[in-house]
């Protein structure tokens, strides 16, 4: 299915580019929200609620203007719900290093996605990975453990906010390459529009039975925080499916690192804080080790067609 939606749809890879760019600049300006949403108190299990509530009015006139609201019905509706419980674990885990680390730390070491997912894509669905992509591997977790400096433990350096910050830093970047991996799963037979849809509803049921336990009244300013984090999910959600509808995805993954350019900026004029030194050393081997993988992954759909019709 989702073939013969990427070629029913218009291939233009300019606005492909430029969604995706949208999509990391919305998503760096979401996390700079994160962040003062924390400052004001509010609980994260609420403000993840919010962000996935605020975020199901937008799908649903997505889904309206493209596949129509027969395209969201499901024969896997367990593979959903077991995609929403990793959705929800790496989303908390990525909003908390969001609240506990300087943004360009965070955002670092979410970069290590690739590096996490092709690991996991050998290890669990047996995909061939050469000596070239390991490789990357490699240097790609240098880089990790450059950012991550564990040999800063020796001197209490896994103590504190920061400490707790990079491993659960850490801990989203390999939940969101775990839920990659669900996805290309539910991909073989659900369209992007529907997995996203089923994410976002399924998650208002464990979300709906927490928030009386944490919600707390808001004054206006409150409001319009949690207001603007569901509207840049939703921003940030549509960029992302519609770059890929309009351009390969070895296209438009490069431009994922532009993520760390505005985390550096936004952490800089929102917040006064730059990256630490380690990150400066970490930061350009994880990128080179994800552009290196993105691009063995186009060299391999361009040498396998079949494989990928199929």
């Not at 509706?77 to 965070?106: K, S, T, V």
Request: charged share 10%; aromatic share 10%; glycine share 10%.
């Amino acid at each position: 299915m989702p073939a013969a939606a990427s070629t029913a749809a218009p291939q233009n890879y300019l606005r492909g580019i430029a969604l995706r760019l949208l999509a990391m600049a919305s998503l760096s300006l979401m996390f700079v929200v994160v962040k003062y949403v924390d400052r004001a108190g509010i609980h994260i299990l609420e403000s993840l609620f919010w962000r996935q509530a605020l975020v199901l009015p937008f799908l649903l006139m997505w889904v309206q203007t493209t596949g129509g609201f027969a395209s969201l019905r499901t024969n896997r509706i367990g593979a959903h719900a077991r995609r929403m419980l990793m959705g929800l674990a790496g989303m908390a885990c990525n909003f908390g290093a969001m609240i506990l680390l300087p943004m360009a730390e965070a955002t670092t070491i979410s970069l290590s996605v690739p590096i996490f997912a092709v690991i996991f894509a050998a290890l669990l669905l047996g995909e061939a990975t050469g000596w070239q992509r390991w490789s990357a591997v490699i240097i790609g977790f240098v880089g990790v453990l450059v950012v991550l400096a564990p040999w800063a433990s020796l001197s209490g350096g896994f103590v504190g906010d920061h400490g707790i910050g990079t491993l659960v830093a850490l801990a989203g970047a390999i939940m969101t390459a775990l839920i990659t991996i669900a996805v290309r799963d539910l991909g073989r037979t659900e369209n992007a529009a529907t997995i996203v849809f089923w994410f976002s509803l399924l998650s208002m049921v464990p979300l709906g039975l927490a928030l009386p336990f944490v919600i707390t009244p808001h004054d206006g300013t409150e409001w319009l925080l949690l207001i603007a984090l569901g509207v840049l999910g939703a921003v940030v959600q549509m960029s992302l499916t519609g770059a890929l509808r309009l351009a390969p995805v070895s296209v438009v993954i490069p431009m994922d690192y532009t993520s760390l350019l505005w985390a550096i900026v936004a952490g800089w004029w929102f917040f006064g804080t730059l990256p630490a030194d380690t990150t400066w050393v970490g930061a350009p081997l994880i990128v080179a080790s994800g552009l290196f993988i993105a691009w063995r992954e186009h060299r391999r759909h361009i040498n396998r067609p079949k494989e990928v019709a199929a």
